[in-house]
């Protein structure tokens, strides 16, 4: 199927939210822009994923200067955003 993507359940891709509102997994994001390169709430308990993240946020610090700011000839209007059509905390 060639939309099989836009119909995959999202479950397994959502992080789950916190039973409690207490602990660090309940704060709220830090502001524009610094949110860009902060870990979220829930990472900072798990230092061994530290290195991931980072590894992570370099990546895509790389592509959205690679693609975005360099200037593809796409015609921006025409690209859809999947995940604002089935994302469980917006797109």
């Given at each position: 199927m060639a939309f099989a993507a836009r119909y995959t359940p999202l479950e397994?891709?959502?992080?789950?939210?916190?039973?409690?509102?207490?602990?660090?997994?309940?704060?709220?994001?830090?502001?524009?822009p610094r949110r860009l390169k902060s870990r979220p709430a829930w990472l900072s308990e798990s230092v061994n994923n530290l290195p991931s993240f980072e590894e992570d946020t370099e990546s895509w610090g790389r592509r959205v200067s690679d693609f975005y700011?360099?200037?593809?000839?796409?015609?921006?209007?025409?690209?859809?955003?999947?995940?604002?059509?089935?994302?469980?905390?917006?797109?």
């Open positions: 397994g891709c959502i992080f789950p939210l916190p039973s409690s509102s207490s602990g660090p997994g309940y704060r709220w994001p830090q502001p524009w700011l360099q200037g593809l000839s796409l015609n921006w209007s025409s690209v859809r955003n999947i995940m604002d059509m089935n994302a469980g905390y917006g797109g």
